[in-house]
């Protein structure tokens, strides 16, 4: 069960460099094991698109509070196997570092979460053996731990995930956000898109679109979108629903979410596993917005029906 998993960390979790250097004047403080000199690291490679993947391993040298990004570095530094093999560097994906952004999330010792939040010390004192890194589950694969999340952003767009304030510069200020509704706003604010809740849900499915041969590139979108639009949303994009319905200015085209989300692929999909708010990295409270959202769809299916 993901909600099991002890991989699990939030960063609050993580030693904080101030607090966290031990005390000498404290007795109570137990001498740690030795760390090791290198660290063994399996990669889940995949050469490219619809490719047959497969495990390469490497040793890096150990350092203290080294994140699973800066392992990466050092692989690509040496780009050479444990048995002494040249090859391409592994490719992955970050940004931000700072666990803002989502881009370098994969599945790090059987657990989808953040590559630059996740420290070495930590995970080796849950697996001593070592570190085993794959890509995202749910999401073609573009190369090695790179993967494509266009149906998470399509998913975005077809809730119209934003306020429609272009040319209200000159119409005074807007309604005020209350208390309330901050309070209920902040949390789903956090949303980084980084998809750990639909790797996670037993609901989502992988859906891989292939090129056709002599398609354009609107061709293939138009295709494509449909596949994604008749598959579940997936739990974030339900906890936008809520976040941009809300809002004073956004509920002006709540109605349009409300329709996204009773569409096929919308919240009737969620079979209330549970799983997506366990694997939050920002705590988003999931199956609360779940909860939310799907009574507005309830109430917003009736009068749908009564108005005919
Ligand atoms: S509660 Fe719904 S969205 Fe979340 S993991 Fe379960 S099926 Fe997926
Ligand atoms: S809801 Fe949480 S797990 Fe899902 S995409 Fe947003 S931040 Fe990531
Ligand atoms: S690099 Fe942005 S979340 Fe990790």
């Given at each position: 069960?993901?909600s099991?998993?002890?991989?699990?960390?939030?960063?609050?979790?993580?030693?904080?460099?101030?607090?966290?250097k031990?005390?000498?004047?404290?007795?109570?403080?137990?001498?740690?094991?030795?760390?090791?000199?290198?660290?063994?690291?399996?990669?889940?490679?995949?050469?490219?698109?619809?490719?047959?993947?497969?495990?390469?391993?490497y040793?890096?040298?150990?350092?203290?509070?080294?994140?699973?990004?800066?392992?990466?570095q050092?692989?690509?530094?040496?780009a050479?196997?444990?048995?002494?093999?040249s090859?391409?560097?592994?490719?992955?994906?970050?940004?931000?570092l700072?666990?803002?952004?989502?881009?370098?999330?994969?599945?790090?010792?059987?657990?989808?979460?953040?590559?630059?939040?996740?420290?070495?010390?930590?995970?080796?004192?849950?697996?001593?053996?070592?570190?085993?890194?794959?890509?995202?589950?749910?999401?073609?694969?573009?190369r090695?731990?790179?993967?494509?999340?266009?149906r998470?952003?399509?998913?975005?767009?077809?809730?119209?995930?934003?306020?429609?304030?272009?040319?209200?510069?000159?119409?005074?200020?807007g309604?005020?956000?209350?208390?309330?509704?901050?309070e209920?706003?902040?949390?789903?604010?956090?949303?980084?898109?980084c998809g750990?809740?639909?790797?996670?849900?037993?609901?989502?499915?992988?859906?891989?679109?292939?090129?056709?041969?002599?398609?354009?590139?609107?061709?293939?979108?138009?295709?494509?979108?449909?596949?994604?639009?008749?598959?579940?949303?997936?739990?974030?994009?339900v906890?936008q629903?809520?976040?941009?319905?809300?809002?004073?200015?956004?509920?002006?085209?709540?109605?349009?979410?409300?329709?996204?989300?009773?569409?096929e692929?919308?919240?009737?999909?969620?079979g209330?596993?549970?799983?997506c708010?366990?694997?939050?990295?920002?705590?988003?409270?999931?199956?609360?917005?779940?909860?939310?959202?799907g009574?507005?769809?309830?109430?917003?299916?009736?009068?749908?029906?009564?108005?005919?």
């Amino acid at each position: 069960m993901w909600s099991e998993c002890p991989m699990h960390r939030h960063w609050t979790d993580f030693p904080n460099p101030v607090f966290s250097k031990p005390n000498p004047m404290d007795a109570t403080s137990t001498p740690k094991s030795s760390p090791p000199r290198t660290i063994t690291v399996r990669v889940l490679r995949q050469d490219g698109p619809g490719q047959q993947s497969y495990w390469e391993t490497y040793r890096v040298p150990y350092e203290p509070e080294m994140n699973v990004v800066s392992v990466l570095q050092k692989i690509a530094a040496q780009a050479q196997t444990v048995d002494g093999r040249s090859v391409a560097p592994v490719a992955w994906e970050c940004n931000c570092l700072e666990e803002v952004c989502g881009s370098c999330t994969m599945v790090i010792n059987g657990r989808v979460r953040q590559a630059c939040t996740a420290l070495v010390d930590r995970l080796l004192e849950d697996r001593p053996e070592g570190i085993e890194l794959a890509p995202m589950t749910k999401f073609p694969v573009f190369r090695d731990l790179v993967v494509d999340r266009s149906r998470m952003f399509r998913a975005l767009q077809k809730i119209r995930a934003w306020l429609p304030v272009d040319g209200y510069y000159d119409m005074g200020r807007g309604p005020l956000v209350s208390r309330e509704e901050q309070e209920i706003a902040y949390p789903l604010s956090m949303c980084m898109t980084c998809g750990c809740c639909v790797d996670a849900c037993p609901q989502y499915n992988k859906i891989d679109v292939p090129r056709r041969a002599g398609e354009t590139d609107a061709e293939y979108q138009t295709r494509r979108d449909a596949e994604f639009d008749r598959n579940f949303i997936g739990a974030f994009a339900v906890s936008q629903v809520v976040l941009f319905n809300t809002h004073p200015t956004g509920r002006h085209t709540g109605l349009e979410r409300l329709e996204a989300l009773i569409a096929e692929g919308g919240i009737q999909n969620c079979g209330n596993a549970q799983n997506c708010v366990a694997v939050c990295p920002k705590e988003i409270p999931l199956t609360t917005s779940i909860g939310m959202a799907g009574r507005a769809a309830t109430i917003h299916s009736l009068k749908r029906w009564f108005d005919r």
